[in-house]
């Protein structure tokens, strides 16, 4: 989205100022507020934000993360920003997200299932222009032939399965027991962040000191293989492009606020840049903790690791 954080930090800051009653995606006023209650807890006695460069952070590592598929120059760069984020000290901290290992196939039940549902309106009825010359033949169907010539590849399978895992027949089997995933992988990262999920009603939680043992943020690499080259990409299966999304989907699943840093933001000894522009850290943060996410996003940019 931006070359450079700042930009990006000025954009977020001017679309979230305010609540917006047209945008359902919006946080509500409420919400709002008891972001603001909890940033409130978030100073020091001198009344100074906990976000800034000077503070240390707490940086939890998911244990599950650290696949045997992971590509070396990833786990290279990953481990050694892990090594100077310690030797500024920052506390890294190993965690456990055991929902992770099926979080994957929960996700691509759900992101179709919404698609299908989102996009069930662009029939050429409604929204969407028919298909012309439509009908070649008595048996065509107008929503077919007209999804089919204005949509791709992906955009169509995504439909398709999501309509399949919403039917009558499978929703239980599939749509239901994805729901339930997706609430274990919340849970997961309500336990290991140091401070509670803004979301949950319970006023006592969000009045509780910080989890003792919580992390502050989670890095980890964005992907774990480095892109395709445009040879490999014809023999390259949709689902082998599923898998690239492993380390970003539990977040996604969650709802919590997530960054990819491009490793050359990062000076890694022994790497150069044409091996860093293809790698990425992903920072991920509790809900209502973006401004965290840009905290650590600044520290990594100004970090060096020291080794030769």
């Keep these: 989205m931006s070359r450079e954080l700042e930009p990006l930090v000025q954009i977020f800051d001017a679309l979230g100022a305010e609540n917006d009653p047209q945008d359902p995606t919006n946080l509500a006023p409420v919400t709002r507020h008891r972001r603001s209650k909890l940033r409130g807890r978030l100073q020091d006695p001198h009344g100074q934000s906990c976000y800034g460069q000077e503070q240390k952070l707490r940086v939890g590592v998911p244990i599950e993360y650290n696949l045997a598929e992971l590509d070396d120059p990833i786990?290279?760069?990953?481990?050694?920003?892990?090594?100077?984020?310690?030797?500024?000290?920052?506390?890294?901290?190993?965690?456990?997200?055991?929902?992770?290992?099926?979080?994957?196939?929960?996700?691509?039940?759900?992101?179709?299932?919404?698609?299908?549902?989102?996009?069930?309106?662009?029939?050429?009825?409604?929204?969407?222009?028919?298909?012309?010359?439509?009908?070649?033949?008595?048996?065509?169907?107008?929503?077919?032939?007209?999804?089919?010539?204005?949509?791709?590849?992906?955009?169509?399978?995504?439909?398709?399965?999501?309509?399949?895992?919403?039917?009558?027949?499978?929703?239980?089997?599939?749509?239901?027991?994805?729901?339930?995933?997706?609430?274990?992988?919340?849970?997961d990262f309500d336990r290991v962040f140091s401070h509670p999920n803004i979301l949950l009603k319970d006023d006592t939680k969000l009045e509780a000191s910080s989890i003792e043992d919580g992390v502050d943020i989670l890095l980890t690499p964005t992907a774990p293989s480095l892109p395709?080259?445009?040879?490999?990409?014809?023999?390259?299966?949709?689902?082998?492009s599923y898998q690239d999304d492993v380390f970003t989907v539990p977040a996604s699943l969650a709802g919590l606020p997530a960054m990819s840093i491009p490793a050359t933001k990062i000076k890694v000894a022994g790497q150069n840049d044409d091996q860093l522009r293809h790698i990425g850290l992903q920072i991920i943060a509790q809900y209502g903790e973006e401004q965290r996410i840009f905290q650590a996003a600044r520290i990594l940019e100004n970090l060096e690791t020291g080794l030769d």
């Design 75 to 187: 786990r290279s760069v990953w481990r050694e920003t892990l090594i100077a984020l310690a030797s500024e000290g920052h506390s890294v901290i190993p965690v456990s997200l055991p929902t992770t290992k099926v979080s994957l196939p929960a996700y691509y039940i759900l992101a179709p299932a919404e698609a299908s549902s989102n996009l069930a309106k662009y029939d050429g009825v409604r929204f969407g222009n028919p298909a012309s010359g439509w009908p070649k033949q008595p048996e065509d169907v107008l929503f077919a032939t007209t999804r089919g010539i204005g949509m791709g590849d992906e955009v169509r399978r995504r439909i398709l399965l999501g309509s399949f895992t919403l039917s009558a027949s499978a929703i239980d089997n599939y749509f239901i027991k994805a729901q339930r995933i997706r609430r274990l992988v919340q849970q």
């Design 228 to 240: 395709p080259r445009l040879e490999d990409l014809s023999t390259k299966t949709a689902v082998d």
